[in-house]
């Protein structure tokens, strides 16, 4: 069992930054794909980015290529999404989760996290 605490997000300008962290528990998260989804409203969830067990993989939905940065400390047990030039349309709920198989839907994924709100102002 893996409990997972996302935190930091907020309200942003277009053109900012923000640094999301998940914290997680257990003693499994070093072997274990992670990846962060988001879903803004009225919208179904996507992608964003996932990482490899050891850190050394990383793989990006197109939208975020150049600004966005995921990462891991299994010292620390816990991952990152660096967000870089964000914009008006990544406003949404982002969610960390950790798993078994890389997919797109997140079905691979078998813990996820209660999620942090990012709100971007244009």
């Known amino acids: 069992q893996v409990q997972l605490s996302e935190s930091g997000g907020g309200l942003v300008q277009a053109g900012g930054s923000l640094r999301l962290s998940c914290a997680a528990s257990g003693r499994t998260f070093s072997t274990l794909l992670m990846g962060w989804f988001r879903q803004a409203p009225g919208k179904d969830r996507e992608f964003v980015a996932t990482i490899s067990a050891g850190g050394a993989a990383t793989y990006y939905a197109d939208f975020v290529k150049g600004r966005f940065t995921i990462s891991r400390d299994n010292a620390k047990a816990t991952g990152y999404l660096q967000m870089n030039s964000l914009r008006a349309e990544d406003t949404a709920v982002y969610y960390c989760?950790?798993?078994?198989?890389?997919?797109?839907?997140?079905?691979?994924?078998?813990?996820w996290g209660q999620g942090t709100q990012v709100s971007v102002s244009s």
């Open positions: 989760a950790v798993g078994s198989r890389f997919s797109r839907t997140g079905t691979g994924y078998d813990y």
